[in-house]
């Protein structure tokens, strides 16, 4: 039987905002087919003024009239909404829940052979820019269902299908490493103060360059190293910062900040 709503939200937190703006927004789907529910009124009230979804408090309701069901509650919650939805069968399924694995979600839910997708957002897909790593293995053989999930977060940003037990690593690179962006950015701008430009000229300089790289490591045919030996002339100045970045061991700090991550990642999903 067709569902009322093509997509229902459980969760109306920061990641659920940025998902229904970016479909809405978008106009890859309309607010009249999407519903999301929540303990916070207020939150549920403010999609509706600005985007015009429907919403109600009921989660048994969202997930016996959506023909997807997305879970975007914090990982901790999602054994109570589990509760709250026993008896329901819900087969299209979507988690950006953080470490909670597909089978967890499956066995919580009693319905070993429904179909769940996992994603892994970041940051950016507040401003459509984001970078997302998801599962779709279990809808491989329906093309369509692959197809609404993949536009639905392309909306957002980037998608990279993987498989699940990659999503660790998803996690590790792209989930957590704005951070390392921003702390990055952030140091470039406390030198350049220090160097005597002011904060507003450094971080002027430094958000400019990083969005450049960004941007030329991206559209570049040429591998790192190279785009790297290209600002560095013999005796110039790049050379020596290089040199320093290398002494103090630059890219294995990277390495095992990445490394923590993913343990926790690991961790997390009861590996």
């Known amino acids: 039987m067709k569902k009322q709503f093509k997509l229902g939200v459980i969760g109306c937190g920061f990641m659920a905002d940025c998902i229904l703006r970016g479909a809405v927004l978008s106009d890859f789907l309309r607010a009249k087919k999407i519903i999301v529910s929540d303990v916070d ?33 914090k990982p901790q919650n999602f054994p109570l909404v589990a509760q709250q939805l026993e008896g329901i069968c819900p087969n299209k399924m979507i988690s950006v829940m953080a470490g909670v694995k597909k089978a967890t979600i499956k066995n919580a839910m009693g319905v070993a052979v429904m179909r769940v997708a996992r994603c892994m957002p970041n940051l950016p897909c507040s401003i459509g820019s984001g970078m997302m790593g998801i599962d779709m293995s279990d809808y491989n ?3 369509d269902d692959t197809e609404f999930i993949d536009k639905l977060f392309g909306s957002m940003g980037t998608v990279l299908s993987v498989k699940e037990d990659k999503l660790d690593a998803v996690t590790g690179i792209s989930g957590s490493g704005s951070a390392y962006v921003f702390m990055f950015i952030e140091s470039l701008i406390e030198a350049g103060v220090k160097q005597g430009l002011t904060q507003d000229e450094a971080t002027t300089l430094a958000i400019q360059t990083v969005l450049g790289a960004a941007e030329m490591a991206g559209n570049s045919e040429k591998p790192l190293p190279e785009l790297i030996s290209g600002v560095c002339s013999e005796g110039g100045t790049t050379i020596e910062a290089v040199k320093v970045l290398n002494k103090n061991n630059f890219g294995g700090i990277i390495g095992d900040a990445v490394d923590a991550c993913v343990r926790r990642s690991v961790e997390l999903s009861g590996k």
């Open 41 to 73: 009124i207020k939150k549920l009230q403010k999609e509706n003024e600005e985007l015009g979804v429907f919403f109600t408090q009921d989660n048994r309701y969202v997930a016996e009239n959506s023909e997807f069901l997305l879970f975007a509650v």
């Open 141 to 143: 053989n329906d093309p």
